[in-house]
């Protein structure tokens, strides 16, 4: 079964720092672009960052540039989001999801209709 699992939200200060992890089960993640999203309440998804398969390239959403980074490490099969100086506005329920290198398009880096697999979510609060 082929499977995405976010892990690493949780409740942190304003200006702290997390890093939410998304590990891939039963396939490989570095045969997939990676794009992470997030959700609040009332609000429509929307990107945050994207890395292409082989990590050459990086793409980040204005809400995130200078803040977040999505390393990936292709022998844990795991792609990451660092998030710093974290801000109340990036409450929300994050997501990672796949899509194969030949459907990316600039244009279309955050189209959550050409991502095909998607984690269950996992909760950042930022409170304090």
């Known amino acids: 079964q082929l499977q995405l699992v976010e892990s690493g939200g949780g409740l942190v200060q304003p200006g702290g720092s997390l890093r939410l992890s998304c590990a891939g089960s039963?396939?490989?993640?570095?045969?997939?672009?990676i794009g992470w999203f997030r959700q609040a309440p009332g609000k429509e998804r929307e990107g945050v960052s994207c890395?292409?398969?082989?990590?050459?390239?990086?793409y980040y959403a204005d809400s995130g540039k200078g803040r977040f980074t999505i390393p990936r490490d292709n022998a844990k099969n795991t792609v990451y989001l660092q998030m710093n100086s974290l801000k109340p506005e990036d409450t929300a329920t994050y997501y990672c999801?796949?899509?194969?290198?030949?459907?990316?398009?600039?244009?279309?880096?955050?189209?959550?209709?050409?991502?095909?697999?998607w984690g269950q979510g996992t909760q950042v609060t930022v409170s304090s």
């Open positions: 890395i292409s398969s082989n990590g050459g390239r990086v």
């Open positions: 999801a796949a899509r194969p290198p030949s459907t990316f398009a600039s244009a279309t880096t955050f189209s959550t209709s050409r991502y095909i697999y």
């Open positions: 039963g396939f490989t993640l570095d045969n997939y672009y």
